[in-house]
Nanobody, 126 residues
Framework: QVQLVESGGGLVQAGGSLRLSCAASGRTFSSYNMGWFRQAPGKEREFVAAISRSYGITYYADSVKGRFTISRDNAKNTVYLQMNSLKPEDTAVYYC???????????????????WGQGTQVTVSS
């Protein structure tokens, strides 16, 4: 069982930056593919970014490419999401997720992940 705890959300003006963190419990964090998703009111949960368990290969949704950066620190059991040039449409609850299947394909859909955090609210004002 893996527990994930997000932090770092808040209220920011358009054009600003935030860094989200997701701390994982357990001793096998380095074996998990990790992802960030977000969900705005009335919308489905959508993929934001992911990072592979091996080599730290990163993947991004087109809507955040060039503005967001996902990274991981296996020594700290933590994955990060650096968000720059934030826009009002980035407003959502952001969730981190862990994929324990140890596959080579990094999931981009929510059902590809086994564990989820409780979410952290990000609000971008115009």
């Amino acid at each position: 069982q893996v527990q994930l705890v997000e932090s770092g959300g808040g209220l920011v003006q358009a054009g600003g930056s935030l860094r989200l963190s997701c701390a994982a419990s357990g001793r096998t964090f380095s074996s998990y593919n990790m992802g960030w998703f977000r969900q705005a009111p009335g919308k489905e949960r959508e993929f934001v970014a992911a990072i592979s368990r091996s080599y730290g290969i990163t993947y991004y949704a087109d809507s955040v490419k060039g503005r967001f950066t996902i990274s991981r620190d296996n020594a700290k059991n933590t994955v990060y999401l650096q968000m720059n040039s934030l826009k009002p449409e980035d407003t959502a609850v952001y969730y981190c997720a862990a994929d324990q299947t140890r596959g080579v394909v990094v999931p981009k859909a929510p059902d590809g992940y086994d564990y989820w955090g409780q979410g952290t609210q990000v609000t971008v004002s115009s």
